[in-house]
């Protein structure tokens, strides 16, 4: 365990940057050792991950919180070395589980270097607006439905919505669904807030109308009347400037890994059961 009165020289290494700040600087600096546990060193660098893993996230840490999470990494250290000298480290598992560790940290790297050398312009987000909310027609609508568990049921509500009953109180009587002791209530809602199916029902309908036929999603299938409709203002750039960003940035990943995957040499190789190697 690591004193609380460590020597001045520790004590001042463990000033620490954030993990952000340690990546600014120059390539060529060695990182400082803070401590050596049983000869292996412990680095300012090794102690700037393991904060970064395991500290409060966006929280300043006092000298006296650093030294604590010191000593869990030192602890950390120990415990490795003792597995190493049982052998642990040569388990075919633990040796796969490191594999993929290491595949997974030096992916995440290589993703976060593309789009800082490919960052997401202000023009290409714009683009992106202008394409998706330019000329796009909006629209919001209020409906209630009626869900069931067979279409015959379904069919057996359209048939009485056809002779005069009411909606809503088929919908507290009949409805399997959350909103039906609401009569069938779902609010306003926008189309692709809704699975496909329902959706695409309700954008063709007309105000007032029930469906003439049962629609099937996941979930049953279900009796829509719509009530109303009303357009819908474009969000400002601003309010979705950070989801455009996000979008762009999934398909240049995308476009990354696609470009790796057709140079890569992939060969799927199955052992047929029973066979030998």
Not at 212 to 234: C, M, S, Y
């Amino acid at each position: 365990m690591i004193q609380r009165t460590l020597p001045l020289a520790l004590a001042i290494a463990l000033g620490l940057p954030t993990f952000a700040q340690a990546e600014e600087k120059p390539a060529d600096k060695t990182p400082r050792t803070l401590v050596e546990v049983n000869g292996e060193p412990v680095k300012e660098t090794h102690f700037v991950v393991y904060r970064a893993q395991r500290g409060p996230r966006g929280q300043a840490m006092d000298q006296e919180a650093q030294l604590g999470l010191l000593n869990e990494l030192i602890n950390t250290v120990m415990i490795a070395q003792a597995a190493e000298k049982e052998g642990l480290d040569k388990h075919p598992e633990l040796v796969a589980a490191m594999d993929v560790a290491r595949y997974r940290i030096l992916a995440e790297a290589a993703v976060e270097q593309y789009l800082k050398d490919h960052p997401v312009t202000d023009k290409e987000v714009e683009a992106a607006y202008q394409a998706r909310y330019a000329d796009a027609k909006l629209t919001e609508y209020k409906a209630s439905h009626i869900l069931l568990k067979t279409e015959d049921e379904a069919k057996a509500v359209i048939a009485e919505l056809d002779k005069g009953a009411d909606f809503a109180e088929l919908a507290k009587s009949k409805s399997t669904g959350p909103s039906g002791p609401k009569g069938g209530d779902l609010g306003w809602f926008e189309g692709g807030q809704m699975v496909k199916p329902f959706a695409d029902a309700v954008a063709g309908m007309s105000k007032g109308e029930h469906s003439k036929t049962p629609v099937q999603t996941q979930f049953g299938w279900h009796v829509i009347e719509l009530e109303d409709t009303r357009a819908q203002t474009p969000p400002k750039l601003d309010e979705v400037r950070a989801e455009l960003t996000q979008d762009l940035q999934r398909k240049l990943i995308a476009d990354y890994i696609r470009d790796i995957r057709a140079k890569a040499d992939v060969k799927i190789i199955e052992q047929q059961a029973g066979t030998a190697k």
